[in-house]
C-alpha cells in the first residue's frame, strides 16, 4: 500500500471540487453575469472612454444583481495577510460615514470549502479557494450579501444569521437601522457590545445598509497576492482599489508566535530553548516571504492592470504617523476623509497630531500594533534565520537586517528605512 496517500490526496481534492461545485450550483442564481466582462458590453466605470452610465449598460440590465449604480462607488480592498495591522487599516475605512466595510468575508469560503487545508499551497486548493473568493467578493462589492449566506454554518434560516464572522468589527452592521440596541450618539460600539446586544443578523437589512453607502471596503487575508485578484482587478463592473498592506515579516512572525499559541508552538520552543526544533514549520515563514515579494514585485512593476489602482503601505510608516498616511490613503482613494476617521485616530494613536516628529514612534496603543516591539521579543538567531529566508523582499521594502543582538535591542536604532511607495496613474 505504497501508494495509498496518493489516493488520500486525490479523495481529498476530488470532494474539495464536489464541495465547491455544490455551492456553485446551489446558488447559481447570481451567476448570471455579463456575457463577456468587456466595456464594450458592460459599459461600467473603469472604462474611460464610457464614462457616460447610461450609454452601454445595456448587457447589464438583464441582470438586477449587477444593475446598482457603481459609477458612483469605490470598491476598496485592503489587502493584507494576518498580523500585519489589517484591522487597524480596516478601522481607518470602517469609520468613514459613506463606506461599508466588512472584516474577512473569506473567512467563510476557507472554512467551508478547506477546513483543515487552511494554509494549503497545494495548487488545486488554491485555484478552488481562488476562484470561490474573486467570486464572492464580486457579489459583495455588488451588496449581494445573500450569497455569503451559502459559506456561513449553519446555513442562515429566513436570511438572518448570528455566525457572521466579526460582525461586530463592521460599523454599518451594529448601527441602525441593522441593529436597534444602539442610538446614533453611540458613535463607537465595542465589537464584543455588539456581538451581545444586537439581535441575529437580517442579512436583507445588511444588504440594503450596504447599497446605502456610497463605497465598500473589504478586509482580505486569505488571498495570497495581487496577481490572484487581477480578474477582480480587470473587471469593468468594479472600480477596484487595492491598498496593500505590508509589514516587516520579522514583526509578523512575532506576532503570529503571540498570538496563534497552538500553530506556532514551535517556534515559542525555538525562543524558549534556543534551540530550532528539527520539525519546525518553516513554510510558516517562507510563505509570507514568497507571497510579499510576489505581490509587491508585480505592484512595483506598474502592470497596466493596476494603474492607478494599487497603493502600497507599509504598516510602519502607518503606525509612526498615522494621521497623515490615512490622508494619503483616502487620497489614492479619491475620497474626502471625514471626521471621524480623524477621530478615531486621534483616540487610538498616540503621536499622531505629531506629524513631523519622524522618528518618534507614535504606535497605536493597541500592543498588537506596536510596530517594532518585535525586537524585544525575537531572538538574534530568529531574527537572524528570518533575515536570511526573507533577504530579498526586507530589501525590498526597505526593511534593514540586524547584524547583531546589540542591533537588535537598540530600540534608537530603526529598522524601517525611509521609503516612498507611490501609488501610479
Ligand atoms: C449614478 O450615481 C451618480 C452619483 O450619485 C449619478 O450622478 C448618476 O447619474 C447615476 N447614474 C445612473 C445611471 O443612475
Ligand atoms: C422562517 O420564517 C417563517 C415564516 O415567518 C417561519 O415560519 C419559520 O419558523 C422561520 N424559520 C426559522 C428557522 O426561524
Ligand atoms: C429582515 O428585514 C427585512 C426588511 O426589513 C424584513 O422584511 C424581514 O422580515 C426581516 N427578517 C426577519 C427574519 O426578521
Ligand atoms: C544604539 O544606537 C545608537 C545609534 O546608532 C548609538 O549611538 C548607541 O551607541 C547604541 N547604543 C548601544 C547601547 O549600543
Not at 29 to 58: D, H, M, W, Y
Not at 385 to 400: D, F, R, S
Not at 409 to 423: E, I, W
Request: with cysteine; charged share 25%; aromatic share 8%.
Amino acid at each position: 500500500m505504497q501508494c495509498s496517500w496518493k489516493a488520500v490526496i486525490l479523495l481529498a481534492l476530488a470532494s474539495i471540487a464536489i464541495q465547491y461545485t455544490a455551492i456553485r450550483t446551489l446558488t447559481s442564481k447570481p451567476f448570471q453575469l455579463c456575457p463577456v466582462p468587456s466595456p464594450q458590453n458592460c459599459g461600467l466605470p473603469g472604462s474611460p472612454e464610457t464614462e457616460s452610465p447610461i450609454e452601454g449598460r445595456a448587457g447589464c440590465d438583464d441582470y438586477p444583481y449587477f444593475s446598482f449604480n457603481t459609477s458612483r462607488k469605490t470598491h476598496i480592498m485592503v489587502l493584507a495577510t494576518t498580523r500585519s495591522g489589517s484591522s487597524f487599516v480596516g478601522q481607518l475605512l470602517n469609520q468613514h460615514a459613506d463606506i461599508f466595510y466588512l472584516f474577512e468575508p473569506l473567512y467563510h469560503v476557507q472554512t467551508t470549502l478547506i477546513p483543515r487545508l487552511s494554509h494549503s499551497r497545494n495548487a488545486a486548493d488554491r485555484r478552488v479557494m481562488l476562484g470561490a473568493s474573486r467570486d464572492l467578493l464580486r457579489s459583495l462589492y455588488g451588496c449581494d450579501l445573500y450569497f455569503l449566506e451559502s459559506y456561513i454554518k449553519p446555513v442562515p434560516a429566513n436570511h438572518t444569521t448570528d455566525k457572521l464572522f466579526r460582525r461586530g468589527a463592521s460599523r454599518a452592521l451594529c448601527s441602525q437601522p441593522v441593529c436597534d440596541a444602539f442610538g446614533p450618539s453611540d458613535a463607537n460600539v465595542e465589537e464584543g457590545d455588539c456581538v451581545k446586544r444586537c439581535a441575529a443578523l437580517n442579512m436583507t437589512l445588511a444588504a440594503d445598509a450596504c447599497r446605502e453607502k456610497r463605497h465598500v471596503a473589504i478586509k482580505v487575508v486569505r488571498v495570497p497576492e495581487i496577481g490572484d485578484l487581477r480578474a477582480l482587478v480587470e473587471d469593468p463592473r468594479l472600480n477596484i482599489k487595492v491598498i496593500q498592506l505590508v509589514r516587516d515579516p520579522r514583526g509578523i512572525l512575532s506576532s503570529r508566535i503571540e498570538t496563534f499559541r497552538d500553530t506556532y508552538r514551535l517556534w515559542r520552543i525555538w525562543r524558549a530553548t534556543g534551540r530550532r526544533p528539527y520539525n519546525l514549520d518553516l513554510s510558516q515563514l517562507t510563505m509570507v516571504c514568497e507571497d510579499f515579494l510576489s505581490s509587491v514585485s508585480t505592484g512595483l512593476s506598474h502592470p497596466h492592470w493596476l494603474k492607478g489602482k494599487y497603493m502600497l503601505v507599509r504598516y510602519e510608516d502607518l503606525s509612526r504617523n498615522p494621521l497623515l498616511k490615512t490622508m494619503e490613503i483616502y487620497d489614492f482613494l479619491g475620497l474626502p476623509m471625514d471626521k471621524s476617521v480623524e477621530e478615531w485616530i486621534q483616540a487610538n494613536t498616540r503621536g499622531s497630531t505629531e506629524l513631523s516628529a519622524k522618528h518618534k514612534y507614535g504606535t497605536v496603543r493597541d500592543s498588537a500594533a506596536n510596530a517594532e516591539s518585535w525586537r524585544l521579543k525575537l531572538s538574534y538567531d530568529m531574527v537572524e534565520y528570518t533575515q536570511a529566508t526573507c533577504q530579498k523582499v526586507l530589501h525590498q521594502l526597505g526593511y534593514k537586517a540586524v547584524k547583531s543582538a546589540e542591533e537588535l535591542k537598540n530600540m534608537s536604532l530603526s529598522l524601517v528605512q525611509d521609503k516612498t511607495f507611490v501609488p501610479f496613474s
